[in-house]
């Protein structure tokens, strides 16, 4: 080679990098993994019913709660339409009154040093204890019991959006104080963004606290007929021995509380993928 080709060589070319393999993916591991282990376990489930010939009253078989489902998905879809608008609405009433009262806890130490532990309070009394005496107040039974569901609901929102407000730069504080920035500019400016993915992991938690919540206060009122949601359908499986239909309700319920937990991190991923550090990382 002379010295001109030399020269003339083009040198540090950029190489073209392999694309991922599809399965080696984060976003396909995320969804194939817990599918592989469902899929196992549902016929792990499968064999053991044949294979030990369980009756049905006992421990019905995935087949025959899928078949259940099916046959008898007027009652189940109209329970869970009821049971889905308590518990969206406890949801929204807990997210509302949280993030307010955690806007009031930030505005002094002193508030929250005399009021959190009326938000503990909440938390550690049992619903079961509490929601008979709401049912008896608030006479509407739908409203009644989005009140029990949202108070199971209210504490991680109050108590993440709160620890996410103080969670701020001190130098970014002190910033903001050298530039005489009002309260309102610090909250809206500063705590804010700084709270969202507090918030957001708080609404992770209540999402879920909402759901079971709505079931334990429909547990507690009892409601029949066209208004009855998921949880009257167990009962009613359950003095029936109707146990089929009642896994098949309780698949219904897990299955909401599994979409209610995507649909979170999904609206997490919208409000902070594009600048977040925990969303942002691929590890």
């Known amino acids: 080679m002379t010295a001109t080709q030399q020269k003339n060589k083009p040198k540090n070319l950029p190489t073209k990098k392999a694309p991922t393999p599809l399965l080696a993916q984060p976003r396909v591991q995320r969804v194939l993994y817990p599918v592989l282990i469902g899929v196992v376990l549902v016929a792990l489930w499968q064999w053991m019913v044949v294979a030990m010939e369980l009756p049905a009253y006992l421990v019905p078989s995935p087949y025959l709660m899928m078949q259940t489902l099916v046959t008898d998905w007027g009652p189940l879809g109209n329970a869970l339409l009821v049971t889905l608008k308590i518990t969206v609405l406890s949801f929204l009433l807990a997210t509302v009154a949280g993030v307010l009262i955690s806007f009031l806890f930030v505005q002094s130490k002193r508030i929250e040093t005399a009021l959190f532990p009326y938000a503990v309070l909440l938390q550690v009394t049992p619903i079961v204890a509490v929601a008979p005496l709401i049912i008896i107040w608030v006479k509407n039974p739908v409203a009644a019991m989005t009140v029990?569901?949202?108070?199971?609901?209210?504490?991680?929102?109050?108590?993440?959006?709160?620890?996410?407000?103080?969670?701020?730069?001190?130098?970014?504080?002190?910033?903001?104080?050298?530039?005489?920035?009002?309260?309102?500019?610090?909250?809206?400016?500063?705590?804010?963004?700084?709270?969202?993915?507090?918030?957001?992991?708080?609404?992770?938690?209540?999402?879920?606290?909402?759901?079971?919540?709505?079931?334990?206060?429909?547990?507690?009122?009892?409601?029949?007929?066209?208004?009855?949601?998921?949880?009257?359908?167990?009962?009613?499986?359950?003095?029936?021995?109707?146990?089929?239909?009642?896994?098949?309700?309780?698949?219904?319920?897990?299955?909401?509380?599994?979409?209610?937990?995507?649909?979170?991190?999904?609206?997490?991923?919208?409000?902070?993928?594009?600048?977040?550090a925990s969303e942002l990382s691929q590890d």
Request: some cysteine; overall charge positive; proline content about 4%.
């Open 148 to 276: 029990c569901a949202a108070l199971v609901a209210l504490f991680p929102i109050i108590s993440n959006t709160t620890l996410g407000l103080r969670s701020i730069d001190p130098d970014l504080q002190s910033y903001f104080k050298l530039n005489r920035a009002t309260r309102w500019q610090q909250l809206v400016r500063l705590r804010i963004p700084s709270a969202l993915p507090y918030f957001f992991g708080g609404l992770r938690i209540s999402s879920g606290l909402a759901l079971i919540g709505a079931v334990v206060a429909e547990f507690v009122a009892g409601t029949g007929g066209s208004g009855a949601g998921l949880a009257y359908q167990i009962l009613q499986a359950g003095f029936q021995l109707n146990i089929p239909r009642m896994f098949a309700a309780l698949l219904l319920i897990s299955l909401t509380g599994v979409a209610l937990f995507v649909l979170m991190a999904w609206l997490t991923k919208v409000a902070l993928g594009s600048w977040h």
